[in-house]
């Protein structure tokens, strides 16, 4: 098993531009979540999914977009990228019980100029 | 609202010495509480959870962690570091929903 998934592993983007940041995991989890990752500040969460056809927004929702595509998979829509959302991306899956751990992705790194 | 908190951004310890990461939650309800690694340039790892029963949690890598209710803490211990053991450590709570809120971190050095 592969686990969770996501790519890229690394983009650069100029202000304004937009991107899709993609996630997909292979281990039939109903909830997926999306969080960021800065220094001093752990882990925020932006939005999750607690199972397919679900999204919600998480703590720092502003300037993100999801999508709940299937089960599998769980994309993070950048729609006019902010210097301010340079950052760690991090995907995460699990179970979708209340004292299930998650699952997590090796990140993307974002660099907006 | 829930809170974590994880005293000490930063703690340095020496190869051999004891391993003490503290962490203390705040909760209405009771508590699940997760201990979760991060090695450089990789993405969060479990070491171990406490759920309910014993209150002595023991994960991997030799670590263990104790639920203190009256303390409201979940301290991470390990009776001897390793030089494998630098990397930053995050504290988490769960229990009413299936979201988790995540400590700041602390990032542990060890010293040869």
């Known amino acids: 098993n592969a686990g969770v998934t996501q790519t890229p592993k690394f983009q650069v983007l100029k202000t304004g531009q937009s991107m899709t940041l993609q996630c997909a995991q292979d281990m039939n989890h109903n909830s997926m979540y999306w969080y960021r990752q800065d220094p001093g500040m752990g882990l925020r969460l932006i939005y999750y999914s607690a199972s397919e056809g679900t999204t919600d927004k998480g703590e720092v929702p502003n300037g993100y977009n999801v999508s709940r595509l299937n089960k599998r998979e769980f994309s993070l829509r950048l729609e006019s990228a902010a210097p301010s959302q340079t950052s760690v991306y991090f995907c995460a899956s699990s179970e979708g019980d209340r004292y299930g751990e998650q699952y997590f992705g090796p990140g993307t790194r974002l660099t907006v100029t | ?112």
């Open chain 2, 1 to 112: 609202a829930q809170s974590v908190t994880q005293l000490g951004s930063h703690v340095s310890v020496s190869e051999g010495a004891l391993v003490l990461l503290r962490c203390n939650y705040s909760s209405s309800v009771p508590p699940y509480l997760f201990w979760y690694v991060q090695y450089p340039n990789q993405g969060l790892q479990l070491l171990l959870k406490y759920t309910t029963g014993a209150t002595l949690v023991k994960g991997i890598n030799g670590f263990e962690a104790e639920f203190k209710k009256s303390e409201t803490s979940f301290h991470l211990t390990k009776p001897s570091a390793h030089m494998s053991d630098a990397a930053e450590y995050f504290c988490a709570q769960g229990g009413a929903t299936n979201k988790l809120i995540f400590g700041t971190g602390t990032l542990l050095a060890v010293q040869p």
